[in-house]
């Protein structure tokens, strides 16, 4: 049986056991030897020659799970019937749910909310599409749409398996701004076919996010849509990424006191976030820039199929640098990661200059572990929820979304993105920046209420707001 969880504090195992052929107190000590510490035991079943329990057991890490499974496995007259962990348990049956906003308590609430007396407020909108915004869903609604091409770091993994990262995006919509959206994973992965399939369904929403469509496909999808409708289309893993990562390069700075234009900043990952982030660095007036990619740095002086690849090339890298990372990340100030977990190693950090900041941002494993590293680095990050300086886009996604959407803004444009860069930099007041905290954490309430100010802010001024929201 093959655990696939990742992460997770604590798993239940489910044991068949043969009495006859071992004692519980065996398994016990097998599972303490293995280092898991066992919390709870439920019997489950038991009949004249076996006994059926479900064994709670705390463990550290993915390795971890697996020692301890890997052990229990190896006992004679055990049975491993079945691993859960409390991850696995919290998406029993998806994580969201639709719940209507007023009760259907008699005939008379049925013919408002349905027929008859819906086909009143129907006709107004066929009347004056406008009052969509004001009559349906669409005001508040934003669809989280993926092909499954590039979830996360696990790569194309297909509509299924990407809809529990889709769900997640949705609560955390709702969450942190109240936003609600749909979670979507459509079953292609062709560009016409992606960018149809969301125009047919647009109507409904005031806004798309893109999320997890792989590069270089995501780049014209969003360009397309962006072009062909009248509501924000953003795709997370560009410019959530990049707004967030532009607020932590802010701060982390400011820690190693390096101004930005005299920094020399490697990127490893030209994909979709790798290239977005690029894009923000270059337009803040980064010192030195220069991508890598799995057959090492992009440089002017070869040619590439991809043409964002060629156009990076042409816009990077001025020293045209050559060869693996490990080559041109010596002397870096910074390292930021939007690749594949392991990528970086010890030693690739030690040849980075004084005082270099490490962002290490693939999911669900990084770059390089932070452990590995935090004697060396002066200031690291990551993109996960369990180590301090988390940069991930959930810190853009939720506020960005919250003023387009109240302002009715037709796109969300630079001015807005920096705008709210500017707002998750904020966050962190002067006096209590340091190495260990260079970006806000996603439960700081203010985050949102500042991004949404200066955005729809931004939003006004760049005369691409279609109402102006009451406060
Ligand atoms: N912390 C955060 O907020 C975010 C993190 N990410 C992470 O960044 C990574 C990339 O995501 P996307 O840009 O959406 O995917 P993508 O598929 O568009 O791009 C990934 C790029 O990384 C390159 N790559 C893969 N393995 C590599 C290696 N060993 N060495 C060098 N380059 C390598 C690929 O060739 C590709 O160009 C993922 O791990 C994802 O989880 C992405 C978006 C947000
Ligand atoms: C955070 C995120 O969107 C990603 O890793 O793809
Ligand atoms: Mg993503």
């Keep these: 049986m093959k655990h696939t969880g990742l992460g997770g504090k604590s798993i239940i195992l ?60 190896s006992l004679d007259g055990v049975r491993l019937v079945n691993i859960s962990d409390r991850t696995f348990l919290m998406h029993l049956g998806g994580k969201i749910e639709t719940n209507p906003k007023v009760p259907i308590n008699n005939r008379d609430d049925l013919s408002r909310v349905y027929t008859p007396d819906v086909a009143r407020v129907c006709t107004a909108i066929q009347e004056d599409p406008k009052k969509a915004h004001t009559l349906t869903i669409k005001r508040n609604t934003v669809a989280v749409i993926s092909d499954g091409s590039a979830v ?25 701004a109240g ?58 893993d560009q410019h959530g990424t990049a707004v967030v990562l532009h607020a932590a390069l802010i701060n982390a700075l400011k820690v190693v006191d390096k101004p930005l234009d005299q920094v020399k900043v490697v990127i490893c990952g030209i994909g979709a976030a790798g290239v977005a ?7 803040a007036g980064v010192g030195e820039l220069i991508g890598v990619d799995r057959a090492g740095a992009l440089t002017r002086d070869k040619s590439y199929d991809q043409a964002m690849w060629q156009w990076y090339a042409e816009h990077t890298n001025p020293k045209r640098l ?17 690749s594949a977990g392991g990528v970086l190693s010890r030693e690739d950090v030690q040849s980075m200059a004084e005082r270099p900041v490490v962002f290490a941002m693939a999911n669900p494993v990084p770059e390089i572990q932070p452990e590995e590293v935090e004697d060396i680095a002066a200031v690291i990050a990551t993109g996960r929820s369990d180590y301090p300086n988390q940069i991930n886009n959930v810190l853009c996604f939720p506020g960005i979304f919250r003023a387009a959407l109240d302002c009715r803004a037709s796109t969300i444009n630079e001015e807005m993105k920096l705008a709210a860069a500017e707002a998750i930099a904020s ?28 955005v729809v802010k931004a939003a006004v001024q760049s005369g691409v707001a279609r109402r102006i929201p009451r406060e």
């Design 14 to 73: 489910r044991l068949e056991m043969d009495t006859n052929r071992i004692k519980f107190g065996q398994v016990a000590s097998a599972v303490s030897e293995a280092g898991g510490d066992m919390v709870a035991i439920d019997v489950i079943q038991s009949t004249g020659y076996t006994t059926v329990r479900d064994i709670t057991i705390t463990v550290t890490d993915s390795a971890h799970i697996s020692k301890v499974t890997d052990t229990v496995k």
């Design 152 to 176: 996360l770091g696990l790569g194309n993994i297909g509509p299924y398996a990407a809809m529990p990262v889709m769900e997640g995006k949705s609560m955390l919509f709702k969450q942190f």
């Design 427 to 454: 966050a962190v007041p002067a006096e209590e920046l340091n190495a260990s905290y260079i970006i806000p954490s996603v439960f700081n309430q203010n985050v949102v209420k500042a991004i949404r100010e200066r």
């Design 322 to 338: 050559d060869g693996p990372l490990k080559d041109v990340i010596q002397g870096a100030d910074v390292f930021i990661g939007l």
């Design 179 to 236: 936003v609600d959206s749909f979670p979507i994973c459509l079953d292609t992965q062709d560009t016409e076919e992606i960018i149809a399939s969301i125009k047919a369904i647009a109507p409904a929403f005031g806004g798309i996010n893109l999320e997890d469509i792989a590069s270089p496909r995501c780049f014209e999808i969003e360009a397309r849509l962006r072009e062909e409708l009248d509501i924000p289309v953003f795709h997370d």
């Design 277 to 283: 982030c690029s894009k923000i660095l270059l337009a």
